[in-house]
């Protein structure tokens, strides 16, 4: 995945910079799960949906009352 693709896809599933001791994390708001970016070699590919856990919103929605937030977020882009 090219660099931009990889931010967007980032930002598309909810994903927020944080810092730690000059350490840099991506940080999800709704299932509190922080990803240590200095554990990825430049070879690995972060997958950012199933970075989140079992029970986020971002991912799963919730069940019979609001789809996923990331599919929310895309079909709003899409209308526009
Ligand atoms: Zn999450």
Redesign the pocket.
Known sequence: METQESILAIALF?WLPERINEQHLLA??????RVALWKFKPEDELNPQRE??WF????YGIPKHSPPVYQQLMANLKEK
């Open positions: 909810g999800c708001g709704f299932c509190q799960r989140h856990r986020c919103l971002w991912i």
